[in-house]
């Protein structure tokens, strides 16, 4: 996570964030405009997402990192203030014991009505892989976390956010 603040800075990791987000964001408001033909939009009609985070790559420098610490409170204080409805919940895997006492101070902080935080060590996969199956269809879900969707090999995303590729799985559901 580190060569990432290095390649892209710690502005642009946030600016990028925000703007997945907005996609995000938008890709939902588009999905709900068809779920409720045109009748008008309200902040209820919003599910919001379950965001899944694998942190078993994130190394002890990079927690120890307050660039990285500063930059992730950043992202998560602008996504609480400005896409409230967003996100409904946050799963968070593979989670070193430093890491699980550091997401649990601050799940504490971020925590509110509309989004909640479920974390995993990395002892826990079974755990993990019921609760994640329980609120993701296995389709959506690559085959590490349990799902039947193949990981593409060497397969670049082009865009934060593939419109077409979530509009083609949702529009299958």
């Given amino acids: 996570m580190s060569r990432l603040f290095k390649e892209w800075g710690r502005e642009n990791v946030?600016?990028?964030?925000?703007?997945?987000?907005?996609?995000?964001?938008?890709?939902?408001?588009?999905?709900?405009?068809?779920?409720?033909?045109?009748?008008?939009?309200?902040?209820?009609?919003?599910?919001?997402?379950?965001?899944?985070?694998?942190?078993?790559?994130?190394?002890?420098?990079?927690?120890?990192?307050?660039?990285?610490?500063?930059?992730?409170?950043?992202?998560?204080?602008?996504l609480k203030k400005y896409f409230p409805g967003l996100t409904s919940k946050i799963i968070i895997v593979n989670c070193s014991p430093a890491m699980d006492t550091i997401l649990k101070i601050s799940r504490s902080i971020l925590e509110s009505p509309t989004l909640k935080f479920e974390?995993?060590?990395?002892?826990?996969?079974?755990?993990?892989?019921?609760?994640?199956?329980?609120?993701?269809?296995?389709?959506l879900l690559r085959e590490p976390f349990g799902g039947t969707r193949p990981t593409q090999v060497g397969a670049k995303r082009v865009t934060f956010v593939d419109k077409e590729l979530t509009l083609s799985i949702l529009n299958a559901l």
């Fill in 119 to 139: 974390i995993f060590g990395t002892e826990e996969k079974s755990h993990w892989k019921e609760a994640v199956a329980a609120q993701i269809p296995k389709h």
């Fill in 14 to 78: 946030v600016t990028y964030s925000v703007q997945g987000f907005a996609h995000v964001e938008k890709l939902l408001l588009d999905l709900d405009k068809r779920k409720f033909a045109g009748q008008p939009l309200t902040e209820n009609s919003t599910e919001g997402v379950v965001m899944l985070q694998d942190v078993a790559n994130l190394s002890a420098s990079d927690m120890a990192s307050m660039d990285v610490i500063q930059t992730v409170t950043e992202v998560s204080k602008k």
